[in-house]
């Protein structure tokens, strides 16, 4: 089993800035990708950041060149730097981590309010 525990979250004006931090433990030597998904209310889960066991990333068209995603194998760490934060990315956001195509962990959430 692996725990995930994000950090970070708030308040925040749009054009500011934002940390997220998401740490691991338990069994994480099977871990592969991990990243970060936010729902916002009334809307489906979406995946905003992802990153590879070997750094590979992906982001979203809608955060690409704002947010930046970085992982710390040592610290079990995942970050994700929200520069230039919109209202629109207002939701509650979740660190992931996955085992395999069909396992994955998730944290509680952290929520994220963009103020205009």
């Known amino acids: 089993q692996v725990q995930l525990v994000e950090s970070g979250g708030g308040l925040v004006q749009a054009g500011g800035s934002l940390r997220l931090s998401c740490v691991a433990s338990?069994?994480?030597?099977?871990?592969?990708?991990s990243g970060w998904s936010r729902q916002a209310p009334g809307k489906q889960r979406e995946l905003v950041a992802r990153?590879?066991?070997?750094?590979?990333?992906y982001y979203s068209d809608s955060v690409k060149g704002r947010f930046t995603i970085s992982r710390d194998n040592v610290k079990k760490t995942v970050d994700l730097q929200m520069n230039s934060p919109k209202p629109e990315d207002t939701a509650v956001y979740y660190c992931?981590?996955?085992?395999?195509?069909?396992?994955?962990?998730w944290g509680q959430g952290t929520q994220v309010i963009v103020s205009s």
């Open positions: 338990g069994s994480t030597f099977r871990l592969n990708a």
């Open positions: 992931f981590a996955q085992e395999t195509p069909d396992i994955t962990y």
């Open positions: 990153i590879s066991s070997s750094g590979i990333t």
